[in-house]
Structure formats: structure tokens, C-alpha cells
């Protein structure tokens, strides 16, 4: 099964676009390439899946490599409910790593 | 529409105790799954249903039991807990599972085993 390889944190100013990239080497070709965050004590939340193309939603954009080895998530405009660990989860046992701290600044 | 259901929302056990965990959807969904998150950990599977009947286990089984009699409820039974057991457990579903669907996920149980 495909696992996942994240930064543990990163930072973004309030407003500004983020970038979270995932790298998942070892993906098939069939799996699905979905994105979870949670907010502390909380359950994860979905954000957006895709498979090959870019996908844009309400929430996100997810940006998908043409080898599909890797893919970024895209929040166009930070605020502090963005504030949260992202997951980066695919393969048939849905491996969630330990995610992307995210952390915002007013 | 409730969404999941999980209860209880903490319990205590002492090592070699037994209990439930319950969890049951109200959306109709095929898929339903049941996840461990230790202290700043992502989330492994456990044990997944793609149906009324049907189980299978995920990537750390385990001291887990699980059955699905209906489509809207999904127990995980502890049989003999034992302190590794230490945890919070999400249970989730899903329209279905090939492909998986969106995921909603319940707000956890939190178990703690003395």
C-alpha cells in the first residue's frame, strides 16, 4: 500500500496562499490521492480528493504531479481556522501519516 | 441528519477488562471504518465493512474484534485491554469504498487502560 512523506509543520501569514506538499512514490494507479485536516480534539474533516487531474473545491485546490508521485495542497487564502494538521492519505488501507502542522499567523 | 455517532466519549478501563465502543451512521453509507490515533500520531486503520456483514482488517487488528449486522451500526470490541490499547478511536463512513468516497468521521473515544 501507498504510504505518504509530509513536512511536520509549516507557516503562512494570514491571507496568503499555502502550499502543502506530499510526496507518495509508491502510489498505484488506481488510488485516489485524498486530503483530511484536523482541528485539535477533534475528527479529521474532509478536504478534497482527485485522482489524476487538479481539483478545485470550495475549500481547496489540490495540484496533482503528471507521474502522480507527488501532489500539493492549495489553500488560496489562509485564515486562522486553517490552523490544523493536514493529511495526506491514499493507498487501499487509507495510510494518514502524521501530517503537516499548520500553523497561521495574524 | 446526525452524521456518526460514537459512544461513550471517554471511558477507563483497568488491563484485562472487555467493553464496547459503538458507533452508527444515519446517511445510509456502505463504507465504515474504525481508526486509532495515539498521542501525535496520524491515524492507522483498524478494522473496515464495505457492507452489512461483511469485515475485514487494516493495518493494526490486533485485540480487535469487529461485526456489521446493519448498515448503520459498527461496534469495535476490546476483548482484554491492555494498556497499549491507550488511544482515542475514530469511527468514519462512507458512501462507499471503491473508490472511497469522502470520509466523515465521528468525534472519537477517548480510552484510556490502566
Known amino acids: 500500500d501507498a504510504k505518504t512523506t509530509q513536512p511536520n509543520s509549516m507557516e503562512s501569514n494570514e491571507e496568503e496562499p499555502v502550499h502543502l506538499p506530499c510526496n507518495h512514490s509508491?502510489?498505484?494507479?488506481?488510488?485516489?490521492i485524498h486530503w483530511y485536516r484536523q482541528l485539535p480534539s477533534q475528527g479529521p474533516e474532509y478536504v478534497i480528493h482527485?485522482?489524476?487531474s487538479n481539483v478545485n473545491n470550495r475549500m481547496a485546490s489540490l495540484a496533482i504531479a503528471e507521474d502522480r508521485k507527488s501532489s500539493t495542497l492549495i489553500l488560496h487564502r489562509a485564515t486562522l481556522r486553517d490552523a490544523a494538521v493536514y493529511y495526506c492519505?491514499?493507498?487501499?488501507?487509507?495510510?494518514f501519516g502524521t501530517g503537516t502542522s499548520l500553523t497561521v499567523i495574524p | 441528519n446526525a452524521g456518526v455517532t460514537q459512544t461513550p466519549k471517554f471511558q477507563v478501563l483497568k488491563t484485562g477488562q472487555s467493553m464496547t465502543l459503538q458507533c452508527a451512521q444515519d446517511?445510509?453509507?456502505?463504507?465504515m471504518s474504525w481508526y486509532r490515533q495515539d498521542p501525535g500520531m496520524g491515524l492507522r486503520l483498524i478494522h473496515y465493512?464495505?457492507?452489512?456483514?461483511?469485515?475485514d482488517q487494516g493495518e493494526v487488528p490486533n485485540g480487535y474484534n469487529v461485526s456489521r449486522s446493519t448498515t448503520e451500526d459498527f461496534p469495535l470490541r476490546l476483548l482484554s485491554a491492555a494498556p497499549s490499547q491507550t488511544s482515542v478511536y475514530f469511527c468514519?463512513?462512507?458512501?462507499?469504498?471503491?473508490?472511497?468516497?469522502?470520509?466523515?468521521f465521528g468525534p472519537g473515544t477517548r480510552l484510556t487502560v490502566t
Open positions: 468514519a463512513s462512507s458512501y462507499s469504498k471503491q473508490p472511497l468516497y469522502e470520509q466523515y
Open positions: 509508491t502510489i498505484s494507479g488506481t488510488d485516489y
Open positions: 482527485g485522482l489524476t
Open positions: 492519505v491514499t493507498g487501499n488501507q487509507f495510510y
Open positions: 446517511m445510509n453509507h456502505e463504507y
Open positions: 465493512s464495505v457492507g452489512a456483514g461483511i469485515t
